[in-house]
């Protein structure tokens, strides 16, 4: 899904870095680091082989290569690559999930209607 288009980044948890609380951006999110709380955006979440989230994410799209506890909300995609581990339910379009990855969770297709935020 974003392999072949150019995703905008307006913020990066860097590796070393943690997180604790709810986290609203604006824009593309890539998070490296680890996060214990909520993760909204209305652009694209990439979650790197080294990040971790424990919380809900809500975002138009996102991909996943590190560790997720907690529901899943995207507005089209959700790909999951092999190194990625998703412990929670996930409403999306489409799901793409690689060999080896690990997903525990309920999956539900989203129909045209927009997510809003709780």
Known sequence: MARNRRIELSTIIGEDSEFIG???AIGGLRIDGKIEGNVE???F???SEFGSVKG???ASECLIAGNVSGNVTVESGLELNSSA???GDV???IVKIHS???FNGASKMKNEEKIESK
Do not use: P, Y
């Open 22 to 24: 709810d986290l609203k």
């Open 85 to 87: 581990n998703l412990q």
């Open 91 to 93: 409403v999306a379009k």
């Open 41 to 43: 955006s209305d652009g």
């Open 45 to 47: 979440i990439t979650v």
């Open 56 to 58: 809900s994410i809500v």
């Open 100 to 102: 080896g990855a690990i």
